[in-house]
């Protein structure tokens, strides 16, 4: 733990500890990032899910209705899920903030079960609607199921690394500190996942912003 404290004190660090907020109970928190091409609204409502508004765009990450009314969040011009859990796809959510154009990234899984969407897999980069997303694999390493089976096997999940102009925002999903993730480099903001026993220790953390040192790191995922 003295290591993770030490690491991170030398990063400018945002914890968010919002397991189960509503819209009707409180706000949600919001910060705003400067980049080379006007401001990007970061909004977390809950546990792994987000919201990003950049250029009048406004990209939607696993979005699950149990953490927030999807009736009153703005449509979705992007929505990228990052696995088939139950807490990172909502097929009624989605349903509920997507309009004409909306385009859904997300995994084979996660397109199987929807029947839409489009599939990037691990290590693959597009660019869409403007914004490069690049599918970064996500995983278990370490913590599995009592029959050894990873709670997150390779292959299954993605995070994603999205380029907002000049800042580039890392969503790891649910994962541990796998060696892709190690190896990302220029990453201005990170969203690392802690929630045990299924994706990151403290330690992990630790060790993953010592390898590939954001700028901004949000742990997230609580709950």
Do not use: W
């Amino acid at each position: 733990m003295d290591q993770f404290i030490a690491v991170l004190s030398t990063f400018s660090i945002i914890i968010f500890m919002v397991a189960s907020m509503s819209l009707s109970q409180t706000p949600f928190e919001q910060d705003t990032i400067q980049t080379s091409q006007g401001p990007l609204a970061i909004t977390l409502i809950g546990h792994g899910t987000l919201m990003f508004t950049f250029n009048k765009m406004v990209i939607q990450v696993d979005p699950v209705g149990r953490y927030a009314d999807y009736s009153t969040l703005p449509k979705a011009d992007m929505i990228l899920v990052t696995h088939h859990h139950g807490d990172h796809l909502d097929a009624a959510a989605i349903a509920q903030i997507t309009q004409t154009g909306t385009e859904i990234i997300l995994t084979k899984s996660c397109a199987q079960q929807l029947e839409k969407g489009t599939v990037l897999k691990n290590g693959e980069v597009k660019k869409i609607k403007g914004l490069t997303i690049e599918a970064v694999p996500a995983y278990n390493l370490v913590h599995k199921r009592d029959n050894g089976e990873p709670f997150h096997p390779r292959g299954e999940g993605n995070g994603y690394v999205i380029t907002f102009s000049d800042k580039k925002v890392y969503i790891a999903g649910d994962t541990e500190n796998v060696p892709e993730m190690l190896k990302l480099t220029g990453i201005d903001i990170a969203f690392l996942p802690m929630n045990l026993p299924y994706t990151m220790t403290p330690e992990m953390v630790a060790n993953a912003v010592k390898a590939f040192k954001p700028g901004i790191l949000y742990p997230y995922h609580y709950g």
